[in-house]
């Protein structure tokens, strides 16, 4: 019986086991590529909102405290979004006529809520909570990026299990004092790591097996 | 698959099962015949076929369905989310911080008593119900039908819109209609109109009728629902001459005998709460109280009792009066005869303990057993101690509801009514079949479709149900979380209903119906009319009230109002049982989450605390009322009453049949007013554990006799016909016969499936109500059969019939056999009842040997909280709220028949009933409460395939549903089965009521996941925020388990073990704590205190307490065969 291969046919053998492997180990990093991507991550997109607010103008012009608006951010696990109200505090005073802010002014006259577009969305079965990562040094502008640099807001981070894990494990890199948690201009590298340790000791953060069990953020 | 022979030695198994035990303790008569068809069922995780699809689908549909999924799976984890909207307030409410639920105090009513509520809101919708630790008739803990009552609120089949003989109307047009109607009737001053409510004691409510009634003096109004007070009363009047409503102090009594009375599925948990008073075994305290029980169908209290004695319900009176003359109550005499000894002997220890003991009878006993434990009451010198009277909490007590029923159905019939209002309950429905309220009532002939007997017709109604089908006008009432109202608790405390939420539905409440007939003010909104009722009527009044609203009694007022003078009725004398006084001991005191109350400015107003008696302090009481729930102090005073012996002559009816039939409440449904409650359809039955049906119990010498479910059909050993049920070696429980009952000379209409009960005395038959509903909803309609149709009026609990088969079986899903343990070598392994001077004697006897250096497993080091839990098997009394609760918090999904037929409820928490002893004779059964054991050596864990299940630094074993990929390996290897797997998308995701509903802190689960117990870790992370906020430590008390905030018996106690002074802590140490399977080695936190038998030596049925060798030696045999 004569033979079915070709001699050549063990080399081809060879180079696509080879060419195998390169190929899967491509797929997977352009898989995890494309599951960091911002098409995915929804990061760096900037959305459309009813109202065109700018934080730049509110936070960085102005200097508005962020809790002027965010009242909840160190009692709940949500910061709140400001209620029509809040904006009228102002707007009933200045750029009372601005046609900008007519879908804030049919809102508060027609008792409607402005429907904005969430812009931080977390999966369903994380829970996460603001008022306790405030209370343990975490700044704003740690996970929401330079808010006052932003006329529309966007997603400075992931926000996937892998970027809150890196606090968790570590979260000494990531605090700061608390006077500074709401200053948007605060750079980690201002702190040595010695000031960094004795922070994570004040503020009484939990073991990195605590803050990495899963029910400490999933339930 | 059980083999052919045992299936051909059936005959044998089945005289093994009645004639000798093959083990200590047993749930269900299969594991009691031990046989090798129950081996086989417990080595499956869930019964034959449970995972089968439950349509046919063919082997190619499954592949091309399974490569889709794959194919899908893969893409799962890069689905972009949703755009999402974020909806703030326009103006924000001042107390609402998005995120932070408010608590509310409010109350629910059922039989016209108010158990004290804080309703848990988040952003203004009620998800969970806790009982009110301030009130008198909660202290904190709240019953199952408390609990549902969440699910009705939401329920989509409620009644949404105004009918008008079926079509759809308005308020507008109703008003109309119905003023026009009243100013025609005003001329023979309400000649025609007669109201018909349930039982009312909401002071509101009865000063409008009042009103009402003096501009309309010819009117009338009547009360009925099934399950009344009418015997205690009646039986008052026998032996004290005027009604009467007894007051017991559980908490006082040492000795308690009830005679058919279930203590603990009353709705009314605070005798519950008293109870485990004194019942309670401490170090401190090792004298608890001891509980006989004489009852036909076995209650929870006949679980509980340390003595029981079954006895037909004919038996019942003389049986009392036979104990009323070993009392020495003067003038009783007895022709009963049997269980002299047994009788004697309890009555001398109920003398023994003269003054601190308590004589109960039933609500279902008929008059002669109250009076004669009224009688035996004051003998033992137990009133004004443990026992007091008030005067009844409903209007017209003299006239009991049976004939304010029968009257109105008299009048109907020789056709002088011309309107009748019909707020609250269904009488279409529940109502005894000679006194229905059907159409045919209403009907002048035959040809008559409108009923023209009666020719307007108004119900008011959560449901479109029987009733409003038989009515002109039906109006949807609003649910109790929506309306305001007020009623009084079972001392006479008057509670405030506080609305948490808008009606869903466009709803109106009883006191906004009533409102409509007023001559003036008719259009008025419940917060006004409530509001100003006390404005009028003044708090300090509140008391008084009761005393006086009695008196409004329209149709025999001439002579109550003469015995309300006679009898002294003076004030109460003893301190009324304020909360604080008698909370100490319970968890709920320290109970610190639901007290972060209430945004009616609960810092001005702490709880508790007596009102501002100035005059112009209304609007601050007011405000206090409402906050905390109830006014102050208005308990109703006690009243002085005296029994005389006449009573005691009139004969008693023996029974004129081989077959005596019992008719009871369902557990779970009640009277049928809950039938569309999924989750009480799908709560097992206490001791049946049968759900979603209702059944005919009968005991096992009477089943053998009359030939019920003994047949073995090829089809049980298979799974049946859907492969559903195991085999039933008990000859066909789970295929039950079906029988035509008939009692009373009525049938009951439908087929009725039998049940073999354990304790359930012989040649009595005991069906239940609340089924056979034909409008009750999606859930409700059509399950179970009638068993009004065979009550009647003068005979409403009790009677004589017979029954017959009919050839056929059905399937009825009882829980009771799944999810078995398997037990090893020692029977004491899982469950532990102790003998109390037994036990005091041999302390050590529990002790049991610490494997965890046998462990191959490094031991971890708890450093932080490290959470822990007891459950008192001794005080817990099986009544299944934590279930509910459980299901409440942690958004269990409801699954249908169908589904809890393949085992595969989802209830997080189950109630495990061991029975021990002989069947026909059995002891107990014995509640164990099972849930996830928390296990430090954790065998799911060893075995997930994904980290799907690991534990966390506080010991929980987690389970992280994102990673679950549903093998079901963790299920298999938890030797407490307590895991639960999402065979389908049980959770509905699309009706939006529900949405509303579910806890935002929990995770929604969907197909394809496992589930367990978590401790609650959504409140154990609420508390440990809050406490790292405040820089403090989590206090003991601060986190409740929603099953341990809910328990009415205190039983089950969470917190830190590593705190050494925390009640858990402490308890651990108490020498009954075992770990359920010790021998696995798998180091529960979750530890169970031993329950205890409190056995009175001198009684003929005093069980010797068998000497258990206090070694183990069979424990490291076994050590490594665990775990399967």
């Given at each position: 019986?004569?033979?079915?291969?070709?001699?050549?046919?063990?080399?081809?053998?060879?180079?696509?086991i080879?060419?195998?492997?390169?190929?899967?180990?491509?797929a997977?990093?352009?898989?995890?590529?494309?599951?960091r991507?911002?098409?995915?991550?929804?990061?760096?997109?900037?959305?459309?909102?009813?109202?065109?607010?700018?934080?730049?103008?509110?936070?960085?012009?102005?200097?508005?405290?962020c809790?002027?608006?965010?009242?909840?951010?160190?009692?709940?696990?949500?910061?709140?979004?400001?209620?029509?109200?809040?904006?009228?505090?102002?707007?009933?005073?200045?750029?009372?006529?601005?046609?900008?802010?007519e879908?804030?002014?049919?809102?508060?006259?027609?008792?409607?809520?402005?429907?904005?577009?969430?812009?931080?969305?977390?999966?369903?079965?994380?829970?996460?909570?603001?008022?306790?990562?405030?209370?343990?040094?975490?700044?704003?502008?740690?996970?929401?990026?330079?808010?006052?640099?932003?006329?529309?807001?966007?997603?400075?981070?992931?926000?996937?299990?892998?970027?809150?894990?890196?606090?968790h494990?570590?979260?000494?890199?990531?605090?700061?004092?608390?006077?500074?948690?709401?200053?948007?201009?605060?750079?980690?590298?201002?702190?040595?790591?010695?000031?960094?340790?004795?922070?994570?000791?004040?503020?009484?953060?939990?073991?990195?097996?605590?803050l990495?069990?899963?029910?400490?953020?999933?339930? | 698959?059980?083999?052919?022979?045992?299936?051909?030695?059936?005959?044998?198994?089945?005289?093994?099962i009645?004639?000798?035990?093959g083990?200590?303790?047993?749930?269900?008569?299969?594991?009691?015949?031990?046989?090798?068809?129950?081996?086989?069922?417990?080595?499956?995780?869930?019964?034959?076929?449970?995972?089968?699809?439950?349509?046919?689908?063919?082997?190619?549909?499954?592949?091309?369905?399974?490569?889709?999924?794959?194919?899908?799976?893969?893409?799962?984890?890069?689905?972009?989310?949703?755009?999402?909207?974020?909806?703030?307030?326009?103006?924000?409410?001042?107390?609402?911080?998005?995120?932070?639920?408010?608590?509310?105090?409010?109350?629910?009513t059922?039989?016209?008593?108010?158990?004290?509520?804080?309703?848990?809101?988040?952003?203004?919708?009620?998800?969970?119900?806790?009982?009110?630790?301030?009130?008198?008739?909660?202290?904190?803990?709240?019953?199952?039908?408390?609990?549902?009552?969440?699910?009705?609120?939401?329920?989509p089949d409620?009644?949404?819109?105004?009918?008008?003989?079926?079509?759809?109307?308005?308020?507008?047009?109703?008003?109309?209609?119905?003023?026009?109607?009243?100013?025609?009737?005003?001329?023979?001053?309400?000649?025609?109109?007669?109201f018909?409510?349930?039982?009312v004691?909401?002071?509101?409510?009865?000063?409008?009728?009042?009103?009402?009634?003096?501009?309309?003096?010819?009117?009338?109004?009547?009360?009925?629902?099934?399950?009344?007070?009418?015997?205690?009363?009646?039986?008052?009047?026998?032996?004290?001459?005027?009604?009467?409503?007894?007051?017991?102090?559980?908490?006082?009594?040492?000795?308690?005998?009830?005679?058919?009375?279930?203590?603990?599925?009353?709705?009314?948990?605070?005798?519950?709460?008293?109870?485990?008073?004194?019942?309670?075994?401490?170090?401190?305290?090792?004298?608890?109280?001891?509980?006989?029980?004489?009852?036909?169908?076995?209650?929870?209290?006949?679980?509980?009792?340390?003595?029981?004695?079954?006895?037909?319900?004919?038996?019942?009176?003389?049986?009392?009066?036979?104990?009323?003359?070993?009392?020495?109550?003067?003038?009783?005499?007895?022709?009963?005869?049997?269980?002299?000894?047994w009788?004697?002997a309890?009555?001398?220890?109920?003398?023994?303990?003269?003054?601190?003991?308590?004589?109960?009878?039933?609500?279902?006993?008929?008059?002669?057993?109250?009076?004669?434990?009224?009688?035996?009451?004051?003998?033992?010198?137990?009133?004004?101690?443990?026992?007091?009277?008030?005067e009844?909490?409903?209007?017209?007590?003299?006239?009991?509801?049976?004939?304010?029923?029968?009257?109105?159905?008299?009048?109907?019939?020789?056709?002088?009514?011309?309107?009748?209002?019909?707020?609250?309950?269904?009488?279409?429905?529940?109502?005894?079949a000679?006194?229905?309220?059907?159409?045919?009532?209403?009907k002048?002939?035959?040809?008559?479709?409108?009923?023209?007997?009666?020719?307007?017709?108004?119900?008011?109604?959560?449901?479109?149900?029987?009733?409003?089908?038989?009515?002109?006008?039906?109006?949807?009432?609003?649910?109790?979380?929506?309306?305001?109202?007020?009623?009084?608790?079972?001392?006479?405390?008057?509670?405030?209903?506080?609305?948490?939420i808008?009606?869903?539905?466009?709803?109106?409440?009883?006191?906004?119906?009533?409102?409509?007939?007023?001559?003036?003010?008719?259009?008025?909104?419940?917060?006004?009319?409530?509001?100003?009722?006390?404005?009028?009527?003044?708090?300090?009044?509140?008391?008084?009230?009761?005393?006086?609203?009695?008196?409004?009694?329209?149709?025999?007022?001439?002579?109550?109002?003469?015995?309300?003078?006679?009898?002294?009725?003076?004030?109460?004398?003893?301190?009324?049982?304020?909360?604080?006084?008698?909370q100490n001991?319970?968890?709920?005191?320290?109970v610190?989450?639901?007290?972060?109350?209430?945004p009616?400015?609960?810092?001005?107003?702490?709880?508790?605390?007596?009102l501002?008696?100035?005059?112009?302090?209304?609007?601050?009481?007011?405000?206090?009322?409402?906050?905390?729930?109830?006014?102050?102090?208005?308990?109703?005073?006690?009243?002085?009453?005296?029994?005389?012996?006449?009573?005691?002559?009139?004969?008693?009816?023996p029974?004129?049949?081989?077959l005596?039939?019992?008719?009871?409440p369902?557990?779970?449904?009640?009277?049928?007013?809950?039938?569309?409650?999924?989750?009480l359809?799908?709560?097992?039955?206490?001791?049946?554990?049968?759900?979603?049906?209702?059944?005919?119990?009968?005991s096992?010498?009477?089943?053998?006799?009359?030939?019920?479910?003994?047949?073995?059909?090829?089809?049980?050993?298979?799974?049946g016909?859907?492969?559903?049920?195991?085999?039933?070696?008990?000859?066909?429980?789970?295929?039950?016969?079906?029988?035509?009952?008939?009692?009373?000379?009525a049938?009951?209409?439908?087929?009725?499936?039998?049940?073999i009960?354990?304790g359930?005395?012989?040649?009595?038959i005991?069906i239940y109500?609340?089924?056979?509903?034909?409008?009750?909803?999606?859930?409700?309609?059509?399950?179970?059969?009638?068993?009004y149709?065979?009550?009647r009026?003068d005979?409403?609990?009790n009677?004589?019939?017979?029954?017959?088969?009919?050839?056929?079986?059905?399937?009825?899903?009882?829980?009771?056999?799944?999810?078995?343990l398997?037990?090893?070598?020692?029977?004491?392994?899982?469950?532990?009842?102790?003998?109390?001077?037994?036990?005091?004697q041999?302390?050590?006897?529990?002790?049991?040997?610490d494997?965890?250096?046998?462990?191959?497993?490094?031991?971890?080091?708890?450093?932080?909280?490290?959470?822990?839990?007891?459950?008192?098997?001794?005080?817990?009394?099986?009544?299944?709220?934590?279930?509910?609760?459980?299901?409440?918090?942690?958004?269990?999904?409801?699954?249908?028949?169908?589904?809890?037929?393949?085992?595969?409820?989802?209830?997080?928490?189950?109630?495990?009933?061991?029975?021990?002893?002989?069947?026909?004779?059995?002891?107990?059964?014995?509640?164990?409460?099972?849930?996830?054991?928390?296990?430090?050596?954790?065998?799911?864990?060893?075995?997930?395939?994904?980290?799907?299940?690991?534990?966390?630094?506080?010991?929980?074993?987690?389970?992280?549903?994102?990673?679950?990929?549903?093998t079901?390996?963790?299920?298999?290897?938890?030797?407490?089965?307590?895991?639960?797997?999402?065979?389908?998308?049980?959770?509905?995701?699309?009706?939006?009521?529900?949405?509303?509903?579910?806890?935002?802190?929990?995770?929604?689960?969907?197909?394809?996941?496992?589930?367990?117990?978590?401790?609650?870790?959504?409140?154990?992370?609420?508390?440990?925020?809050?406490?790292?906020?405040?820089?403090?430590?989590?206090?003991?008390?601060?986190?409740?388990?929603?099953?341990?905030s809910?328990?009415?018996?205190?039983?089950?106690?969470?917190?830190?073990?590593?705190?050494g002074?925390?009640?858990?802590?402490?308890?651990?140490?108490?020498?009954?704590?075992?770990?359920?399977?010790?021998?696995?080695?798998?180091?529960?936190?979750?530890?169970?205190?031993?329950?205890?038998?409190?056995?009175?030596?001198?009684?003929?049925?005093?069980?010797?307490?068998?000497?258990?060798?206090?070694?183990?030696?069979?424990?490291?045999?076994?050590?490594?065969?665990?775990?399967?």
């Amino acid at each position: 019986m004569a033979q079915v291969f070709h001699r050549a046919a063990n080399n081809v053998a060879k180079i696509s086991i080879v060419v195998a492997v390169v190929l899967a180990g491509v797929a997977g990093f352009v898989y995890t590529q494309i599951a960091r991507s911002s098409y995915l991550t929804g990061r760096f997109v900037e959305k459309q909102q009813p109202v065109q607010f700018s934080h730049k103008h509110h936070v960085g012009d102005d200097g508005i405290d962020c809790r002027y608006c965010h009242t909840a951010v160190e009692t709940s696990y949500s910061a709140g979004i400001p209620p029509t109200q809040t904006c009228m505090n102002c707007h009933s005073q200045i750029w009372s006529d601005s046609p900008y802010l007519e879908p804030v002014r049919a809102s508060y006259r027609e008792n409607k809520p402005i429907e904005w577009e969430r812009v931080h969305d977390l999966p369903e079965y994380a829970y996460f909570n603001h008022s306790i990562h405030i209370a343990k040094g975490v700044g704003c502008s740690t996970c929401h990026g330079q808010i006052d640099n932003m006329p529309a807001v966007y997603q400075q981070n992931t926000l996937q299990m892998e970027w809150c894990l890196q606090c968790h494990r570590e979260p000494e890199k990531y605090i700061r004092p608390k006077s500074e948690i709401y200053n948007m201009q605060w750079q980690d590298s201002e702190l040595t790591d010695e000031e960094r340790l004795q922070l994570k000791a004040d503020y009484k953060i939990r073991s990195q097996e605590m803050l990495t069990s899963c029910s400490t953020c999933h339930r | 698959m059980p083999s052919k022979d045992s299936k051909n030695n059936f005959a044998l198994l089945r005289d093994k099962i009645l004639q000798k035990s093959g083990k200590d303790y047993w749930r269900s008569v299969e594991e009691f015949a031990d046989a090798p068809e129950f081996e086989e069922f417990v080595k499956h995780e869930y019964p034959q076929h449970a995972e089968e699809w439950e349509d046919g689908l063919s082997r190619r549909n499954f592949i091309k369905v399974m490569g889709a999924s794959l194919a899908l799976a893969g893409l799962s984890g890069c689905v972009i989310q949703p755009a999402e909207k974020i909806v703030p307030y326009v103006s924000q409410p001042e107390e609402i911080v998005p995120g932070k639920p408010l608590y509310y105090a409010t109350a629910m009513t059922l039989g016209g008593m108010a158990t004290g509520l804080l309703a848990k809101s988040n952003e203004g919708r009620p998800t969970k119900i806790e009982g009110n630790p301030d009130h008198p008739q909660s202290l904190g803990a709240t019953d199952i039908l408390a609990q549902a009552s969440l699910l009705d609120m939401y329920d989509p089949d409620r009644s949404q819109e105004i009918l008008k003989r079926g079509n759809a109307s308005t308020w507008q047009n109703f008003m109309m209609e119905i003023r026009a109607r009243i100013d025609e009737n005003r001329v023979d001053g309400g000649a025609g109109v007669r109201f018909l409510t349930e039982t009312v004691t909401s002071p509101t409510m009865i000063a409008q009728m009042r009103q009402i009634l003096t501009e309309l003096p010819n009117a009338r109004w009547y009360q009925y629902e099934p399950i009344n007070k009418d015997n205690e009363i009646a039986g008052a009047k026998m032996a004290f001459g005027s009604p009467a409503k007894a007051i017991y102090r559980f908490d006082q009594a040492t000795r308690i005998l009830s005679l058919d009375k279930d203590i603990f599925s009353d709705f009314n948990v605070r005798y519950t709460k008293d109870y485990n008073q004194s019942r309670r075994y401490s170090e401190d305290k090792k004298d608890i109280s001891r509980l006989y029980a004489i009852e036909t169908t076995m209650s929870l209290t006949g679980a509980k009792a340390d003595h029981r004695l079954a006895v037909k319900p004919s038996q019942m009176p003389e049986i009392a009066k036979a104990i009323a003359a070993a009392l020495g109550v003067a003038g009783a005499t007895s022709t009963y005869t049997e269980n002299a000894q047994w009788i004697q002997a309890m009555a001398r220890d109920l003398q023994a303990n003269r003054g601190r003991s308590i004589v109960v009878a039933g609500d279902h006993q008929p008059p002669m057993v109250h009076a004669l434990a009224g009688a035996m009451n004051q003998t033992l010198g137990s009133v004004g101690a443990t026992v007091t009277y008030i005067e009844p909490l409903q209007p017209f007590p003299d006239v009991l509801q049976i004939d304010q029923l029968r009257t109105l159905v008299q009048e109907i019939d020789n056709g002088s009514v011309k309107m009748l209002v019909i707020i609250g309950g269904n009488p279409a429905y529940n109502t005894p079949a000679d006194l229905r309220l059907d159409m045919n009532r209403f009907k002048v002939d035959a040809e008559d479709r409108e009923g023209r007997k009666v020719p307007l017709r108004v119900h008011l109604g959560l449901y479109q149900n029987e009733t409003a089908e038989i009515c002109h006008w039906h109006i949807p009432e609003k649910h109790y979380l929506e309306s305001w109202g007020d009623a009084r608790a079972y001392d006479g405390t008057v509670s405030i209903i506080q609305p948490i939420i808008q009606p869903l539905y466009d709803g109106k409440s009883a006191n906004e119906l009533a409102q409509l007939f007023f001559r003036e003010n008719y259009d008025k909104k419940d917060y006004d009319i409530v509001k100003e009722h006390w404005q009028r009527q003044g708090f300090a009044g509140a008391p008084r009230a009761l005393a006086t609203s009695a008196a409004t009694n329209n149709q025999t007022q001439t002579n109550n109002q003469s015995q309300q003078t006679t009898n002294q009725v003076q004030l109460n004398n003893e301190q009324p049982r304020t909360p604080s006084a008698t909370q100490n001991q319970g968890p709920a005191t320290t109970v610190a989450t639901p007290m972060t109350t209430s945004p009616t400015n609960r810092a001005a107003n702490p709880a508790g605390g007596d009102l501002n008696p100035a005059a112009g302090a209304f609007e601050d009481n007011w405000r206090k009322v409402v906050h905390n729930g109830f006014v102050p102090n208005s308990a109703a005073p006690a009243k002085t009453v005296s029994a005389s012996g006449a009573f005691m002559n009139q004969p008693t009816t023996p029974a004129s049949g081989v077959l005596e039939i019992s008719i009871r409440p369902d557990p779970s449904v009640y009277d049928g007013r809950f039938a569309n409650n999924g989750w009480l359809q799908e709560l097992p039955n206490p001791l049946t554990k049968i759900t979603w049906d209702n059944v005919a119990l009968v005991s096992p010498n009477t089943a053998k006799r009359l030939e019920l479910n003994q047949d073995v059909k090829d089809e049980q050993y298979s799974g049946g016909s859907l492969g559903t049920t195991f085999v039933n070696t008990k000859g066909g429980n789970l295929f039950s016969d079906l029988v035509t009952l008939q009692m009373n000379g009525a049938e009951v209409g439908k087929p009725v499936p039998m049940w073999i009960a354990p304790g359930q005395p012989d040649d009595v038959i005991t069906i239940y109500l609340g089924y056979g509903r034909t409008r009750a909803g999606r859930i409700g309609t059509d399950l179970g059969y009638n068993a009004y149709n065979v009550q009647r009026s003068d005979a409403m609990w009790n009677g004589v019939g017979e029954i017959a088969k009919t050839g056929a079986n059905t399937a009825i899903a009882s829980t009771q056999i799944h999810f078995n343990l398997e037990s090893p070598a020692r029977a004491d392994d899982i469950l532990r009842v102790y003998d109390l001077e037994y036990f005091n004697q041999h302390p050590d006897t529990g002790h049991q040997h610490d494997h965890y250096p046998d462990s191959m497993y490094p031991r971890y080091e708890y450093t932080g909280n490290k959470w822990g839990m007891t459950v008192d098997l001794n005080s817990c009394v099986g009544c299944n709220a934590c279930v509910i609760a459980c299901q409440s918090e942690n958004n269990i999904p409801v699954v249908g028949k169908e589904q809890v037929e393949r085992s595969r409820e989802m209830h997080w928490m189950r109630i495990d009933t061991y029975y021990s002893g002989e069947v026909n004779d059995p002891d107990g059964p014995h509640f164990q409460p099972m849930l996830c054991q928390q296990c430090e050596l954790a065998p799911c864990e060893t075995v997930c395939p994904v980290h799907a299940t690991v534990h966390s630094a506080e010991g929980l074993n987690d389970m992280v549903y994102n990673r679950c990929i549903g093998t079901r390996y963790c299920s298999n290897n938890c030797p407490y089965k307590v895991r639960r797997f999402n065979f389908l998308l049980y959770q509905d995701w699309n009706t939006p009521q529900y949405k509303l509903m579910r806890n935002p802190e929990v995770t929604v689960r969907s197909r394809g996941v496992m589930e367990k117990c978590t401790y609650c870790t959504q409140r154990i992370a609420y508390a440990r925020i809050e406490a790292e906020k405040d820089d403090r430590p989590i206090r003991d008390g601060e986190i409740l388990t929603a099953c341990q905030s809910v328990c009415p018996a205190d039983a089950i106690v969470f917190g830190d073990l590593n705190d050494g002074n925390s009640r858990v802590a402490q308890l651990k140490k108490d020498p009954r704590n075992y770990n359920v399977l010790n021998l696995l080695n798998t180091q529960p936190r979750t530890t169970y205190l031993a329950n205890l038998r409190n056995q009175n030596k001198e009684m003929p049925d005093y069980k010797v307490p068998q000497v258990k060798d206090s070694g183990h030696p069979t424990e490291e045999n076994k050590a490594g065969d665990g775990g399967h």
